[in-house]
């Protein structure tokens, strides 16, 4: 049971755009939600991350909106760049576990 | 030092070698990990690792021997894996307060 769902899988932009990227889940009892990119032969690195106590949260360009009631959470890039091309991975985790539940993904692509 | 190192960066065995994925991390972390990613897919939890002590075995075969030395070290020991095992195997380790730090990876080749 995918109990994060992920979308879109790939998105393209043009540089200077906005690039959203969006995830839905099904655990109540999840209260932290991070957010990884990964470039091709890296490991994953943490972008940003909110607990449910705040609707949103920013960290330069980056900002994750939180929708508690409706399960969902998503990411904004703004002024896309090239240089934001990478996959990034939603999660979730209840903090007893410290174990993260993956979104599937997407592929971000920022043209020049 | 805010890195999780892995060795090697890639490995390729055969089906009969015996092989381990090194990982090292100088953060004072009591957490660690071991994922595998799959190409396009997301990482998956193999096993955890709190204060030196095996607490999460996500059912992996035992082809897979986790092993943590210290609280710095984490080892994959690998025996008679199959071409299906090819991935990159990724160490991690956790804060207190739940942020995972991830190594760039072992991409991993059975042949």
């Known amino acids: ?112 | 030092d805010t890195e999780v190192t892995q060795t090697p960066k890639h490995l390729v065995m055969g089906m009969t070698n015996k092989k381990s994925l090194k990982c090292e991390q100088h953060m004072g972390h009591r957490a660690m990990y071991w994922y595998k990613q799959k190409a396009k897919k997301p990482p998956e939890l193999m096993f955890v690792y709190s204060y030196e002590k095996l607490s999460i075995n996500e059912s992996v075969p035992s082809r897979f021997s986790p092993e943590c030395p210290n609280s710095s070290l984490l080892n994959l020991h690998l025996h008679a894996l199959q071409p299906e095992d090819s991935a990159l195997y990724l160490c991690a380790s956790s804060d207190r307060l739940g942020k995972l730090f991830f190594g760039s990876g072992t991409q991993l080749s059975v042949l």
Request: proline share 6%; charged share 15%; hydrophobic share 35%.
């Open chain 1, 1 to 112: 049971q995918q109990q994060v769902k992920q979308s879109p899988q790939s998105l393209i932009v043009q540089k200077g755009g906005i690039s959203i990227i969006n995830c839905a889940y099904e655990n109540t009892a999840f209260d932290y939600f991070p957010w990884y990119q990964q470039f091709p032969g890296k490991g994953p690195a943490l972008l940003i991350a909110i607990r449910p106590d705040v609707s949103e949260k920013k960290e330069g360009r980056f900002t994750i909106s939180f929708n508690k009631s409706a399960k969902q959470f998503s990411l904004h890039i703004m002024d896309s760049q090239p240089g934001d091309s990478a996959t990034y991975f939603c999660a979730a985790s209840t903090w007893a576990g410290n174990m993260l539940t993956f979104g599937g993904g997407t592929r971000l692509m920022v043209k020049p």
